[in-house]
C-alpha cells in the first residue's frame, strides 16, 4: 500500500468550476484546469463528446493546444503518472461548442459576468384569474 500522505498538498491545487443539477455555478478562486472528465460533468454530457469537440478545436485551428492543454503530474513520486487538463480558455469554448442545458447556463454565467449583471436573475410574474 502506498504512503499517499508524502505528496505534497500543493499538487492537488488547481480550480475545478462546479454546477450543480439546477445550473447553479461556483467559480474557483484559483486557476481553472480540468480533467475531460471534470469538464463532461459539468457540462452533463458524456466525456466521449468532451472529447471530440477538444480534437475538433484544435483541428480547426480555433485555440492551440499549447495554450490551452497542460499535464498535470498525479504523483511526484511517479513521474509517468500525468493527467491531461484544460484551462478555462478551453472551457468557455467547449460550452459554446457543446450543446447542453448545462453549456446554456455557463454560457449564460459568463455573458452575465462580462456585462457586470446579477448572475441569476430572478423574475416574479403575478397572475389575475378572473372568475367564469
Known sequence: ??????????????????????????????????????????????????????????????AHEEDTHGSFRLFPYHPDWNIDVYNLEMVIRLAYAIDSYNSLKFRQYIMNKLMGRPMYENVCLTLELSPR
Open 1 to 62: 500500500m502506498r504512503n499517499f500522505s508524502m505528496i505534497p498538498k500543493d499538487v492537488f491545487e488547481r480550480g475545478v468550476i462546479r454546477m450543480t443539477e439546477g445550473g447553479i455555478i461556483s467559480m474557483p478562486d484559483k486557476d481553472v484546469w480540468m480533467t475531460v472528465d471534470e469538464i463532461a460533468d459539468m457540462l452533463f454530457v458524456q466525456s466521449s463528446i468532451v472529447f471530440r469537440a477538444i480534437r475538433s478545436i484544435y483541428k480547426k485551428g480555433i
